[in-house]
């Protein structure tokens, strides 16, 4: 199983320091944390990861592959997904619609055979919607299999952009405040799953400001505040950790 690593990855723009060089591992099998207040640099890091923004210094490596230069797509099809803070789904499509959208990187029939609907096209097709179905399953969404994306709650929507990001069959799953306005029933069961993915080998990596969640979940967290990282360890050494105290979690961890 392979980890992805990050070797004094830093970011700059123009004469401003959004992220101080700092070394962080993802490792397969475990959920990792990544905290800090808002603009602390933690969405600037997975846009690093995901090629979204180049780095300014550092290398981003995962095994052997280097990707520290490597566009979006070759992330994706190195096997790196990711959800995002704001939610981003064509409302007019079906979930199911959605979901497949995410499996582009495993399809292998040619244009033409879409365009004409060949055989080999449908076939793919019906594979990639079951593939989905199992996906709704999984996050008990299979009664909304046929509902445009755009009527559902936003807690539902949170959860389509998950499946999508798992369509993937990714190796790394970078998730960007998933539980975000969701209660905590729902985020308990998404919980669930996210540790179900880590067991099964999956390396994830949780960026949350819930912290009764991060502490429940997170193997190791890591911490950043302006851009630079302050702490790491387990939950329970960071929440006690008294510059992250002081960093990110003041009164809320007196309380």
């Known amino acids: 199983m392979t980890a992805l690593r990050l070797?004094?990855?830093g970011k700059r723009f123009g004469g401003l320091r959004a992220v101080s060089p700092f070394d962080m591992s993802i490792e397969p099998g475990r959920i990792t944390g990544l905290i800090g207040p808002n603009g602390a640099g933690k969405t600037t890091v997975v846009n690093l990861i995901t090629g979204v923004y180049k780095l300014s210094e550092g290398r981003?490596?995962?095994?052997?592959?280097?990707?520290?230069?490597?566009?979006?797509h070759e992330v994706a099809r190195a096997g790196l997904a990711r959800t995002y803070q704001t939610i981003r789904l064509l409302p007019d499509a079906t979930v199911v619609e959605n979901v497949v959208i995410g499996m582009y990187r495993h399809q292998t029939t040619s244009l033409l055979a879409q365009m004409f609907g060949l055989p080999s096209s449908r076939a793919e097709t019906a594979r990639f919607r079951a593939e989905a179905q199992l996906l709704l399953e999984r996050f008990g969404m299979t009664r909304y299999a046929?509902?445009?994306?755009?009527?559902?709650?936003?807690g539902d929507?949170?959860?389509v952009e998950m499946m999508r990001a798992l369509a993937l069959k990714p190796k790394v799953l970078l998730l960007d405040e998933p539980v975000a306005g969701i209660n905590d029933v729902e985020a308990e069961r998404l919980g669930e799953i996210f540790r179900t993915l880590a067991d099964e080998g999956?390396?994830?990596l949780l960026i949350e400001h819930n912290m009764r969640f991060v502490t429940r979940l997170c193997d190791h967290v890591y911490v950043l505040d302006s851009g630079q990282l302050i702490a790491q360890g387990s939950a329970a050494e960071v929440v006690s950790n008294p510059t992250v105290i002081k960093a990110y979690l003041g009164e809320a961890i007196d309380a």
């Open 60 to 72: 981003i490596m995962f095994g052997d592959q280097d990707l520290s230069t490597a566009p979006r």
């Open 157 to 159: 929507q949170r959860r």
């Open 202 to 204: 999956m390396a994830v």
């Open 146 to 154: 046929n509902y445009p994306a755009g009527a559902l709650s936003y």
């Open 7 to 9: 070797q004094g990855v």
